[in-house]
């Protein structure tokens, strides 16, 4: 896993204090090397200075600390990433992009017309929930369940390459607080 996205998963609260030494371990794996990453993956769970070495670890790499919001759109390009290259089922990175947008960006702020517009992704939301009607027995479809999954996992591939060649631009628009 990238550094960044997983100092990002800490800033949302999904990673703790006791996960940073083994993202310290895998980023010096990664040959990322600095004094304080290599002290910081030393360190047990619970230790008390492993903020410390966080922060002494981003300075050494040139980075800071991301924002929420800067948190929560690694994480999405990171997701779309994985979507694009297989590494992960689409309906599941879609799935995991959806909540993560609803839990950690405030949309609302920067929209415009309508809620998610500011993202441009009304069609991954629309599969999100065409995904769950066609995994729900009590919808009734014309075709084929297993046709429209198999469809829309390749729709989700599509779109997260089009979110892909725009998240540059997104970045800028949320940083304009």
Same mark, same amino acid.
Request: aromatic share 10%; charged share 25%.
């Given at each position: 896993? +990238?550094?960044?996205?997983? $100092?990002?998963?800490?800033? %949302?609260?999904?990673?703790? #204090?006791?996960? &940073?030494?083994?993202?310290? =371990?895998?980023?010096?794996?990664?040959?990322?090397?600095?004094?304080?990453?290599?002290?910081?993956?030393?360190?047990?769970?619970?230790?008390?200075?492993?903020?410390?070495?966080?922060?002494?670890?981003?300075?050494?790499?040139?980075?800071?600390?991301?924002?929420?919001?800067?948190?929560?759109?690694?994480?999405?390009?990171?997701?779309?990433?994985?979507?694009?290259?297989? +590494?992960?089922?689409?309906? $599941?990175?879609?799935?995991? %992009?959806?909540?993560?947008? #609803?839990?950690? &960006?405030?949309?609302?702020? =920067?929209?415009?017309?309508?809620?998610?517009?500011?993202?441009?992704?009304?069609?991954?939301?629309?599969?999100?929930?065409?995904?769950?009607?066609?995994?729900?027995?009590?919808?009734?479809?014309?075709?084929?369940?297993?046709?429209?999954?198999?469809?829309?996992?390749?729709?989700?591939?599509?779109?997260?390459?089009?979110?892909?060649?725009?998240?540059?631009?997104?970045?800028?628009?949320?940083?304009?607080?």
């Amino acid at each position: 896993m +990238d550094f960044l996205v997983g $100092i990002s998963y800490y800033v %949302l609260g999904i990673y703790t #204090n006791n996960d &940073l030494p083994r993202l310290a =371990y895998d980023a010096l794996a990664d040959n990322l090397n600095t004094p304080s990453l290599t002290i910081l993956a030393g360190l047990r769970d619970g230790a008390w200075d492993i903020e410390t070495y966080l922060k002494r670890s981003l300075l050494e790499l040139g980075l800071s600390m991301p924002t929420e919001t800067e948190a929560a759109l690694n994480i999405i390009e990171s997701y779309i990433k994985q979507i694009i290259h297989g +590494d992960i089922d689409p309906e $599941i990175g879609n799935s995991t %992009l959806i909540n993560i947008i #609803n839990r950690h &960006l405030d949309v609302h702020k =920067y929209s415009k017309v309508y809620t998610w517009d500011v993202l441009g992704i009304e069609k991954l939301e629309g599969l999100y929930y065409y995904m769950d009607d066609l995994r729900n027995p009590s919808c009734l479809f014309t075709k084929s369940r297993e046709i429209g999954i198999v469809q829309c996992k390749k729709d989700i591939i599509f779109e997260s390459n089009a979110l892909l060649s725009r998240i540059e631009e997104i970045k800028k628009q949320f940083r304009k607080e």
